[in-house]
């Protein structure tokens, strides 16, 4: 055997481009406001429903985002996103239920606790790459409900946690969903915007060069450990944050909400959007959200054939992800454009 | 005494059940690089179409050769036309496709077959060898058997077959083994077809103990992943090794420590794992990565 | 750069239109909530017509518990020969929209709001599951929409009418049922030793602290426990451990799959032979029939309906008219699956509480379910009828006690209201 096939198959294999870059330009501009006015306008023209659904998309999107720091930009797979993101729910669950804390504060806590957890599991994660730590992290994931059901006095056992949606301050004058949509927005942005800030610092060319060759970028001076370590913890904030979002939303947490097929279909869901990009957790979001629904409007006696068949689907149309099919259309708009 | 090594004997039973199915697990991951969430539903969907051919009255035996050959022919031609598409691609872009079919394939099960549970007719005679207080059923050594003599025939493919040699050629190395006149895709169509084949076999075991339904191997597959992590996921061997494992130390654990309880033996495994991949990251027996950059 | 741009631009468009799409009508879509007016003024009348009325189901069609996506066909099946052969419920035809959560709560209460904001439906008939039922019954108490006859046995379904009024269950409560076992052996065997498994959820835990309790200073103890995880892939090491304690009773709280296990497990055992309490969620013919009738006699369990494939209902009228109506209106169901049995049964129970509606409001109707007097409804077993008030909300509380002897379950004793033995 030739010492190739002494080389781990490294997963997830990029383009070795670089997804954001500088140049803030006028079109930028227009792009920035064409996203901003809808997402602000949607809860004011929009059924509650739909209001409701969008921000369950928003709350996916930010367990995306941190999906996609870990396994897009520094090339290591977790398949237990789906334990932090529950860690998140939990954490703002029982603050709720026990303390009757204002609700905004169990963000920050939920955020505190996940990157602690993130934190302790990265120094491990380390040795571990590829296949094997996406198969330590998705046991984790799958012990974390017995874990949760035996501590029942804090958790509420299996019969979980009834919580009460928080209602919008008086002043505002807005409906429940509108405030609580409006919220998740405002905290969707930061995140995101603080997750575009890092990616553009010398950490996200750390990530980068790690993800791309990483015995080069260590030659290169690269500190590996302590960027594996931090990134393999923000992305578990980011899960734990959405979490938080999604007790505040949904109002109730138990074991069955997060069982090992939350942290499957997160991964698919940043697969299916766009690894390595900006748009890719936004389109996983609303993969995760629709179609299911999709599914079931396709095939009523078995939406599950459909399900799959649509995964499969989406990944021969776009190999590299839907943001991966929308650059693709970009381009030839581009080529369409130059030829003028 | 007679307890503890009944427990033994016990978890070598349900290890070898994880085994079967790590060791099918391991195939595919050697000749295509990707994790295949599938397996384990396909091993299910085989062992129905066993369950078909005997319920239509077939004798056992050769509705089990039927069904090889219908597995071995399928997982080929699942390569060929859900694989092939995306071969280029990210290897993640082929991981979510397995994933796609797991989803797909058991909601077709349910939706074929219906969600009732099914007995499963089996091979081996009921009954058990007893010495001592301990007692060896008779299925439990068929199943230590047969995954046995199916790891000894893949070492025997592989070894001293020109098959076997194309394919550890193009597990190696796919760009060389081109080079040097080797089909690559046809090689890893076999692949598929060989791994498809295998679960087959782990399904057929498994439906008598764990009776059959679409749900039948989701379980399994959970420790299949456990068992093939500890031993390495390029060693057949150690796929099996890491079953049994697996298999004894959860069985113990439930049944001795008695803060675990059988609630939380999961986590047993998991400590296990993460324990030996702290030491050895490519698993027991997998080999060390060296990189070249 | 420029294509870099043009990426976003197509993203943000793609986003722009599904927006748009899911925009058509604004704000206020639907004609808002429809009142009532007449002697019902002011009551909630939407989903409901002269001539119609339209429900809303959430069951799980997809994922691991897809088995009981079978119940809604059965429920379809009843409603579909009511709308053709009796005209509809007082002339009101049924529409029932059946959705997919796929048994996750959080997709539960999106498609709860869908039922209740988009489609505008009368009532959610039913949810199914016991978390998934949690996390929909506070936006329903919050909206004032009737969550009737949930498929689930917890309690808090109807044990809470003042904090909870627009909730209410159906089936016999796990608790209640464990009760039931639990007097049993008091009165059989009052020294029993118990081993018990049961299913480390609410299922199983309502079920033994219900036992537990019966039990409470008689001569009957519990002697070893296990639990096991719906993930868990066999439950073999649980009973090994179970026949090291040697007791003279199993109660075995289990789903389907894992109930043939154990009783597998039991019957190969040959070692320990204790009486085997089969729960009545894993009580079918069809799940016993795998493990060999011949293995599984003498059994216990407790039932409340009647099942498809006991051959002693072969030649009743409910289940003639069962397999007949089945045939016709869903051909392609296999009626020997108990949970399109259920389906129906619970869809004769909406039929019936739909029948008694005084006024055609959602308040009508959660106080027509409130206050149900010995009503029966089809396959309920005899003895056993939907009994409510407006302090007890839950419909069905006596179970029959049953043994399994050749091919069928024989009833023994009398019907246990378990209202009046345990208050």
Avoid at chain 1, 26 to 51: G, K, M, T
Avoid at chain 1, 131 to 159: D, E, H, Q
Avoid at chain 3, 364 to 393: E, F, H, Y
Wanted: charge should be positive; aromatic fraction near 10%; include cysteine.
């Amino acid at each position: 055997m030739s010492d190739e096939s002494l080389r781990f198959r490294r997963f997830p294999r990029f383009p070795a481009r670089l997804p954001v870059g500088g140049h803030v330009g006028r079109w930028r501009w227009a792009v920035a406001v064409l996203l901003v006015l809808p997402a602000v306008a949607a809860p004011f023209q929009l059924a509650p429903f739909r209001v409701f659904q969008l921000t369950m998309v928003l709350v996916y999107t930010v367990a995306l985002l941190g999906l996609n720091l870990l396994v897009g930009h520094a090339g290591q797979i977790s398949l237990g996103h789906g334990g932090f993101f529950a860690l998140g729910s939990y954490t703002a669950a029982i603050m709720l239920d026990r303390w009757d804390v204002p609700y905004l504060l169990t963000l920050p806590a939920a955020m505190a606790v996940t990157f602690v957890l993130g934190f302790a599991l990265g120094v491990p994660a380390l040795r571990l790459r590829g296949l094997y730590l996406a198969l330590v992290t998705m046991t984790i994931a799958i012990f974390l409900v017995p874990l949760l059901k035996r501590f029942s006095s804090l958790t509420g056992g299996s019969m979980g946690l009834t919580l009460s949606r928080p209602s919008p301050p008086a002043w505002t004058s807005l409906a429940e969903d509108q405030w609580l949509y409006l919220v998740v927005l405002a905290v969707t942005a930061a995140l995101s915007l603080a997750v575009v800030w890092l990616l553009r610092s010398r950490v996200g060319r750390a990530l980068h060069a790690v993800r791309d060759n990483e015995a080069a970028a260590e030659v290169m001076g690269v500190r590996l450990a302590r960027y594996k370590t931090l990134t393999f913890a923000w992305s578990a904030m980011l899960a734990g944050a959405a979490g938080a979002m999604n007790t505040w939303v949904i109002a109730f947490v138990s074991p069955d909400s997060f069982t090992a097929n939350l942290s499957i279909i997160l991964l698919a869901g940043i697969v299916v959007g766009g690894l390595g990009s900006l748009a890719g957790p936004l389109l996983g979001g609303v993969f995760v959200l629709y179609v299911p629904t999709l599914s079931q409007g396709v095939n009523d006696a078995a939406p599950g054939v459909v399900f799959g068949l649509l995964i499969i689907l989406v990944m021969y149309a776009a190999p590299t992800g839907l943001a991966g099919l929308a650059g693709r259309a970009g381009r030839v708009i581009e080529q369409v454009r130059r030829k003028k | 005494m007679a307890g503890f090594v009944q427990q033994l004997v016990e978890g070598l039973g349900a290890g070898a059940i994880y085994a079967s199915l790590a060791l099918a697990l391991v195939l595919i991951y050697q000749f295509t690089g990707i994790v295949n969430f599938a397996q384990g539903e396909l091993a299910m969907f085989s062992t129905f179409i066993a369950w078909q051919f005997t319920h239509a009255g077939l004798p056992f035996w050769l509705a089990l050769i039927l069904t090889l050959a219908i597995s071995f022919g399928g997982g080929m031609l699942i390569e060929r036309v859900l694989i092939r598409p995306v071969e280029g691609a990210p290897e993640l872009t082929l991981v979510i496709v397995t994933l796609g079919l797991f989803i797909l394939v058991n909601a077709a099960a349910g939706w074929i077959w219906s969600f009732l549970i099914k007995d499963f007719p089996n091979p081996f005679p009921s009954g058990a060898f007893k010495a001592g207080g301990v007692s060896l059923g008779h299925s439990t050594l068929g199943v230590l058997g047969v995954v046995a003599a199916v790891m000894g025939l893949l070492y025997l493919l592989f070894r001293y077959t020109k098959i076997g040699l194309a394919m550890r050629a193009v597990a190696a190395n796919p760009g060389s083994a081109r080079l040097v006149g080797i089909r690559t895709s046809g090689v890893l169509a076999l692949g598929w077809g060989l791994a498809a084949l295998v679960g087959a076999v782990s399904g057929v075991l498994v439906a008598p103990v764990l009776f059959l339904e679409p749900n039948m191997m989701g379980g399994v597959l959970v420790y299949a992943f456990a068992a093939a992590t500890l031993g390495g996921f390029d060693s057949p061997a150690g796929a099996v090794l890491g079953g049994l494992i697996v298999g004894v130390a959860e069985t113990l654990a439930g049944a001795y420590v008695g803060t675990i309880g059988s609630d939380l033996k999961i986590g047993v495994p998991l400590a296990i794992i993460l324990g030996v991949l702290l030491v050895r990251p490519q698993g027991l027996f997998g080999r060390a990565a060296v990189e070249r950059a | 750069m420029h294509t870099k741009t043009i990426r976003l631009t197509s993203v943000t468009a793609a986003l722009a239109a599904l927006l748009a799409a899911s925009a058509c009508g604004g704000r206020g879509d639907g004609s808002g909530p429809t009142v009532a007016q007449g002697e019902c003024k002011g009551q909630q009348a939407t989903g409901i017509a002269e001539k119609s009325v339209k429900l809303g189901g959430i069951y799980p069609l997809s994922g691991p518990a897809s088995a009981y996506g079978d119940i809604p066909k059965g429920i379809k099946a009843y409603f579909d020969y009511v709308n053709a052969e009796k005209g509809g419920v007082n002339g009101r035809k049924i529409e029932f929209i059946v959705r997919d959560d796929g048994y996750q709560p959080p997709k539960s209460v999106e498609e709860a709001r869908r039922l209740v904001e988009q489609e505008q439906v009368f009532a959610l008939f039913q949810t199914l599951g016991t978390p998934t039922s949690s996390a929909v019954m506070e936006y329903a108490n919050k909206k004032k929409v009737p969550q009737v006859f949930v498929s689930s046995g917890a309690s808090k379904w109807g044990s809470d009418p003042v904090a909870h009024p627009w909730t209410i269950g159906w089936q016999p409560s796990y608790l209640s049922e464990g009760r039931v076992y639990g007097q049993y052996l008091k009165t059989e065997k009052p020294n029993a030793k118990v081993a018990v498994l049961y299913q480390n959820d609410d299922f199983g835990k309502d079920l033994r602290e219900g036992f537990v309790k019966a039990i409470e200073g008689s001569g009957v103890k519990v002697v070893a426990e296990q639990t096991y995880e719906v993930t868990d892939p066999s439950i073999d090491p649980q009973m090994r451990n179970l026949a090291n304690s040697r007791a003279d009773v199993l109660l075995d709280i289990t789903t389907p799959k894992f109930g043939t296990q154990a009783l597998a497990a039991d019957a190969k055992n040959t070692d320990w032979n204790p009486l085997h309490i089969i729960n009545n969620v894993a009580s079918s013919p069809t799940v016993l029939r795998p493990v060999g009738f011949g293995k599984v006699q003498d059994i216990v369990s407790a039932a409340f309906l009647k099942d498809p494939s006991d051959p002693q209902w072969a030649d009743d009228t409910e289940m003639r008219l069962y397999r007949e109506k089945l045939k016709k209106y869903a051909g392609g169901l296999d009626p020997q699956i108990p949970y399109h049995s259920l389906g129906w049964a619970s869809g004769s129970a909406m039929e019936k509480a739909l029948a008694t509606l005084k006024c055609p409001t959602r308040e009508g109707l959660m106080k027509a379910v409130r206050d149900l007097k010995d009503v029966r409804s089809d396959l309920l077993l005899p003895g056993v009828s939907m009994n409510t008030t407006a302090q007890d909300g839950f419909p069905i509380e006596t179970l029959q006690l049953q043994r399994f002897k050749g091919e069928r379950w024989n009833l023994f004793g009398q019907p246990v209201d378990t209202r009046k033995a345990f208050g």
